[in-house]
């Protein structure tokens, strides 16, 4: 009695209002439904702005390069270049269109290429659009405009001026979004309005935008303080029909959004829909009061014992639910019983498990400290061969050895995945000694390194496997012609590491990149290997490429961020 009393008597009192307090309240409800459902439709069109502005600064203001483009289209190509993307920003209904000043530098004939949409190009001898001259006012800030789209049918289009972005006093062309009707209808779809009805959408020059319903209507209809930048409901008068009228006016497009509303339409049957209102309100308070009953009973009560059971329950000790275990209940307690009884047996086999892991982490750890001794034994056993060599007289030996222990030493790294760059050069000259001393006299090589770089951390083994591939490919066998340079030198934020040949072999550039990204997987793992080490370091923007140097030879060049 205490729920339903208040709502029976707010119910009653509402039923005995009069008739010129409800047509205030709903007028006062239309002028909040046409409020918000023009907010809605400002919203759209702010994103519509808003995605102008992106669109603008990511093609004609991130970068002098894309400036260039869109001002210097000299080509059939680019201009084609230019359509497509702005095919791909009217991806959501709209058509984008850029208008440019035609500056008679086009390499093909203007009205070969006469267009109602992508890149236009103004011709000031049949004459400009009435909007351009709008849209330069605006000074960049865009504008609201009824239209001619791309099939000649009127259109909202959304303009602003595209300005230089040095000189912001100086326009260089337009920027329009057109066929906005139809993410705008999806805003009225959302509204159900009783029949007979209208929308209607008006511009600040009083232009018809957009309407929805069979009704039409005129501005004259309402009276002067709603036909100046004002909201508000007014009652009306036409061919001997009483109207609601709801009038919106927002700023920000200087839009106005009026629903016309027959009042039959709303005030027919207000009595009898009143008093069906409040027999379903009876109805539903009774149905609340009776799941407020039955919550009570089978959920809050069973929910508390099942919290109870999570309390005491203790971390590696069974559970036993007593009398609840043996109780078969087939809603969703039921199933929570039984899955909470499951989690304890699983946090319980859990922490054995962990146990058992623990153990074998332990084994593990065993197993790598013996690991760690072979190594240790190679490096021991070549240090004794490369001193017996020398011992022996034979340096050439002894000095190949050294260079074959510190490929090894610097190699492995401890395990470590980067090292400094003076290690890794280390481990390239070594390399380079030993390929020397297998092919005398057979190539020469050239050393370009910035030492400023000496001590920044770099990915492991990474130029060893280029040389190798510029030695048995391109100069072992060139009989002292064979020439090799090593660079390393920081552009900007990145390092880029060159390793060049002037080997005679024609290559197959395609079949190596193909190689390098993975396509072909049968060949060359190492500077796969390479190349995808890079990306898992530094990701996709870095790596490994080949263009072929003049004159001859191969030009691999890795690029990493500083």
């Known amino acids: 009695m205490f729920i339903i009393g208040p709502f029976l008597i707010v119910g009653w009192i509402s039923f005995s209002r009069t008739s010129a307090t409800i047509k205030d309240e709903v007028g006062k409800t239309m002028l909040q439904l046409v409020k918000q459902n023009h907010a809605t439709m400002e919203n759209t069109l702010s994103s519509v702005r808003d995605k102008t502005v992106t669109f603008l600064d990511n093609h004609f203001f991130s970068n002098p390069k894309q400036f260039a483009f869109w001002t210097h289209i000299d080509s059939i190509s680019a201009l084609s270049e230019a359509d497509t993307i702005l095919d791909r920003w009217s991806t959501d209904g709209t058509e984008y269109a850029i208008f440019m000043e035609n500056t008679s530098n086009q390499p093909f004939p203007l009205n070969a290429l006469y267009k109602k949409q992508g890149l236009i190009y103004l011709d000031n001898s049949t004459g400009y659009p009435g909007w351009v001259q709008q849209t330069q006012a605006e000074k960049g800030a865009g504008m609201l405009r009824l239209a001619t789209s791309s099939n000649g049918q009127p259109t909202i289009t959304f303009t602003r001026s595209i300005l230089h972005p040095e000189k912001y006093d100086q326009s260089i062309g337009f920027l329009a979004v057109s066929k906005l009707e139809v993410l705008l209808n999806k805003n009225l779809v959302s509204v159900q309005l009783p029949e007979h009805a209208g929308v209607y959408l008006f511009d600040d020059l009083d232009e018809l935008l957009m309407k929805s319903g069979a009704a039409d209507m005129e501005l004259s209809e309402l009276p002067e303080d709603l036909r100046n930048q004002a909201s508000g409901y007014y009652f009306g008068e036409t061919n001997n029909q009483k109207d609601l009228y709801a009038v919106s006016y927002e700023f920000n497009f200087h839009t106005r959004l009026i629903y016309k509303i027959p009042l039959q339409s709303i005030m027919g049957k207000q009595t009898s829909f009143q008093q069906l209102i409040m027999v379903m309100l009876a109805i539903y308070l009774l149905l609340v009061l009776l799941f407020v009953v039955y919550l009570l009973r089978n959920i809050i009560k069973p929910l508390a014992r099942l ?74 056993t070549l240090d004794s061969i490369y001193w017996y060599a020398l011992e022996s007289g034979n340096h050439d030996v002894g000095g190949m050895v050294k260079d074959l222990s510190k490929l090894l030493r610097i190699g492995l790294s401890r395990g470590k995945s980067v090292i400094p760059v003076s290690e890794e ?67 900007e934020a990145e390092i880029n590491i060159v390793v060049e040949d002037n080997g005679f072999i024609p290559v197959n550039l395609e079949k190596l990149r193909m190689i ?14 390479v190349h995808q080490r890079i990306q898992l370091h530094y990701g996709d923007p870095y790596g490994l490429t080949y263009l072929p140097r003049e004159g001859g030879g191969l030009i691999a060049t890795i690029i990493i961020p500083l």
């Open 307 to 380: 919290v109870m059971f999570t309390r005491v329950y203790e971390l590696g000790k069974p559970f036993d639910f007593g009398k609840e275990s043996s109780r078969t209940r087939s809603d969703e307690f039921g199933l929570l019983y039984t899955a909470f009884i499951r989690m304890t047996a699983r946090l319980n086999e859990s922490i054995e498990e962990n146990y058992g892991m623990k153990i074998k982490q332990k084994e593990q750890e065993l197993n790598t400290l013996h690991s760690q001794i072979t190594p240790h034994l190679l490096y021991n």
């Open 425 to 491: 050069l280390e481990h390239v000259r070594a390399y380079i000694r030993l390929q020397m001393k297998r092919y005398p006299g057979n190539f020469e090589v050239f050393w370009d390194i910035d030492e400023k770089l000496d001590t920044v951390k770099m990915p492991k083994v990474i130029i060893q496997p280029l040389v190798e591939n510029a030695i048995f490919h391109g100069i072992q066998s060139m009989d002292g012609e064979g020439q090799l340079w090593v660079r390393v030198k920081c552009k």
């Open 516 to 529: 390098v990204s993975g396509e072909i997987d049968d060949k060359g793992y190492g500077i796969r290997n």
